[in-house]
C-alpha cells in the first residue's frame, strides 16, 4: 500500500478506512498486535443526555452511554487506550455547583488512560483545576504549557508512554494559546509554548529516545483555522515523528480522519469527536512486520 496515500471509506457512525502502512525503526512492536484507541474531546460537563425536547440532539449523550459503550469494546478488544482532548469542564450546572470534581471522578471510573488542558478547564481558576485533579486516576498531559511554580507543578506532565500487549504508545498533549482566550488571573503562571516546536521536540524523544511505536498527540489547539493561528492541520504539515493527532477546542464533527503530510511527506492522521461527548472517535491500529503500521479502520460512533 502506497503510504503517501489514505483510503478515504470512513463515514460517521462506523465505516472502515485502510491507512497506508506507517514505517520507523523504532517500531518494537511485534507483528499482529492491535490497538484500540478511544477518545473524547470538549465534552463540557455534559454528564447526562441532551433533554428529551426536540432539540437536533435530544435523548443522545450522557455519561452513562459512553461508559457502555468503552466497557463493550474494551470487552471485545484486548488492548484499549482511552484519551480526552480537553474542554472537560464547563458548560452544564454540574460544573457551576462542583467546578468539575463529578467529572474527575467519572473519567476515572470509565478508566481514561489520559487527557490534555483545555482553555475551559481554567475557568475555575489554576488552584481549582489542581484540586479536581486530585480525583483523577489518569494523567493529564501538557508538552507546551509551562506550569513551574503554579499549583499544577507536580500535577501536569508532558507525555506519558504506555505498554499495551507490547505495544509502546507515546502520548503528550498540546494546548492552545491562553492569553486573551481566558483571563490571566485563571491560569496564573503558566507559560504558553509555541505548540510546533514542543511537538517536535516530544514527538522525537518519544520516537527516537523511548522506542515508541506509534506517538499521538492530545491537541487542544483547534481542528483547522483561516489565519495564521496554529491548528492541527498547520502542526501535522510542519511535524516529524508524530503519528495520530486528536483533537479538540473547535467543536469539529469529521466525517471521517483527515490525512495530512509532514516535512517529510508521510501521513499525519488527525480526528476530532465533535463536542459534548456525543461521538466517541474510535482507530484500531494493525502492528505489521518490520515495524509497519497499518490497515486502520476508524469510526466516530454515536452515544
Given at each position: 500500500?502506497?503510504?503517501?496515500?489514505?483510503?478515504?471509506?470512513?463515514?460517521?457512525?462506523?465505516?472502515?478506512?485502510?491507512?497506508?502502512?506507517?514505517?520507523?525503526?523504532?517500531?518494537?512492536?511485534?507483528?499482529?498486535?492491535?490497538?484500540?484507541?478511544?477518545?473524547?474531546?470538549?465534552?463540557?460537563?455534559?454528564?447526562?443526555?441532551?433533554?428529551?425536547?426536540?432539540?437536533?440532539?435530544?435523548?443522545?449523550?450522557?455519561?452513562?452511554?459512553?461508559?457502555?459503550?468503552?466497557?463493550?469494546?474494551?470487552?471485545?478488544?484486548?488492548?484499549?487506550?482511552?484519551?480526552?482532548?480537553?474542554?472537560?469542564?464547563?458548560?452544564?450546572?454540574?460544573?457551576?455547583?462542583?467546578?468539575?470534581?463529578?467529572e474527575m471522578k467519572l473519567?476515572?471510573?470509565?478508566?481514561?488512560?489520559?487527557?490534555?488542558?483545555?482553555?475551559?478547564?481554567?475557568?475555575?481558576?489554576?488552584?481549582?483545576?489542581?484540586?479536581?485533579?486530585?480525583?483523577?486516576?489518569?494523567?493529564?498531559?501538557?508538552?507546551?504549557?509551562?506550569?513551574?511554580?503554579?499549583?499544577?507543578?507536580?500535577?501536569?506532565?508532558?507525555?506519558?508512554?504506555?505498554?499495551?500487549?507490547?505495544?509502546?504508545?507515546?502520548?503528550?498533549?498540546?494546548?492552545?494559546?491562553?492569553?486573551?482566550?481566558?483571563?490571566?488571573?485563571?491560569?496564573?503562571?503558566?507559560?504558553?509554548?509555541?505548540?510546533?516546536?514542543?511537538?517536535?521536540?516530544?514527538?522525537?524523544?518519544?520516537?527516537?529516545?523511548?522506542k515508541c511505536d506509534l506517538?499521538?498527540?492530545?491537541?487542544?489547539?483547534?481542528?483547522?483555522?483561516?489565519?495564521?493561528?496554529?491548528?492541527?492541520?498547520?502542526?501535522?504539515?510542519?511535524?516529524?515523528?508524530?503519528?495520530?493527532?486528536?483533537?479538540?477546542?473547535?467543536?469539529?464533527?469529521?466525517?471521517?480522519p483527515t490525512e495530512v503530510?509532514?516535512?517529510?511527506?508521510?501521513?499525519?492522521?488527525?480526528?476530532?469527536?465533535?463536542?459534548?461527548?456525543?461521538?466517541?472517535?474510535?482507530?484500531?491500529?494493525?502492528?505489521?512486520?518490520?515495524?509497519?503500521?497499518?490497515?486502520?479502520?476508524?469510526?466516530?460512533?454515536?452515544?
Open positions: 500500500m502506497n503510504r503517501r496515500f489514505f483510503i478515504r471509506q470512513a463515514a460517521l457512525g462506523g465505516g472502515l478506512m485502510l491507512l497506508p502502512t506507517w514505517a520507523t525503526a523504532a517500531a518494537t512492536a511485534r507483528p499482529g498486535r492491535r490497538l484500540t484507541i478511544l477518545h473524547t474531546n470538549d465534552w463540557h460537563s455534559q454528564i447526562d443526555p441532551f433533554p428529551d425536547n426536540g432539540g437536533r440532539n435530544a435523548n443522545q449523550g450522557g455519561v452513562l452511554r459512553r461508559a457502555t459503550l468503552i466497557e463493550r469494546i474494551r470487552r471485545a478488544e484486548p488492548n484499549v487506550l482511552l484519551l480526552d482532548s480537553g474542554d472537560i469542564f464547563q458548560g452544564t450546572p454540574y460544573f457551576n455547583f462542583f467546578l468539575g470534581e463529578p473519567m476515572s471510573q470509565m478508566g481514561y488512560d489520559a487527557a490534555t488542558i483545555g482553555n475551559h478547564d481554567f475557568d475555575g481558576g489554576i488552584e481549582n483545576l489542581a484540586t479536581q485533579l486530585s480525583h483523577a486516576s489518569f494523567p493529564m498531559l501538557s508538552a507546551n504549557y509551562d506550569v513551574t511554580g503554579t499549583p499544577l507543578a507536580e500535577l501536569v506532565a508532558p507525555y506519558r508512554v504506555f505498554e499495551k500487549g507490547g505495544i509502546r504508545v507515546g502520548v503528550f498533549g498540546l494546548g492552545i494559546e491562553l492569553d486573551g482566550l481566558v483571563p490571566p488571573d485563571l491560569y496564573g503562571k503558566t507559560t504558553y509554548q509555541d505548540p510546533v516546536e514542543r511537538g517536535n521536540e516530544t514527538a522525537r524523544h518519544l520516537r527516537s529516545r523511548l506517538v499521538v498527540c492530545l491537541s487542544h489547539l483547534g481542528y483547522r483555522y483561516r489565519d495564521a493561528k496554529v491548528d492541527d492541520v498547520k502542526l501535522a504539515a510542519a511535524s516529524r515523528d508524530i503519528d495520530l493527532i486528536l483533537g479538540g477546542h473547535t467543536h469539529t464533527f469529521l466525517d471521517q503530510a509532514n516535512v517529510d511527506g508521510d501521513p499525519v492522521i488527525i480526528n476530532q469527536a465533535g463536542f459534548a461527548g456525543l461521538r466517541l472517535g474510535r482507530l484500531d491500529i494493525q502492528f505489521g512486520a518490520k515495524g509497519g503500521r497499518g490497515c486502520v479502520s476508524c469510526s466516530n460512533l454515536r452515544v
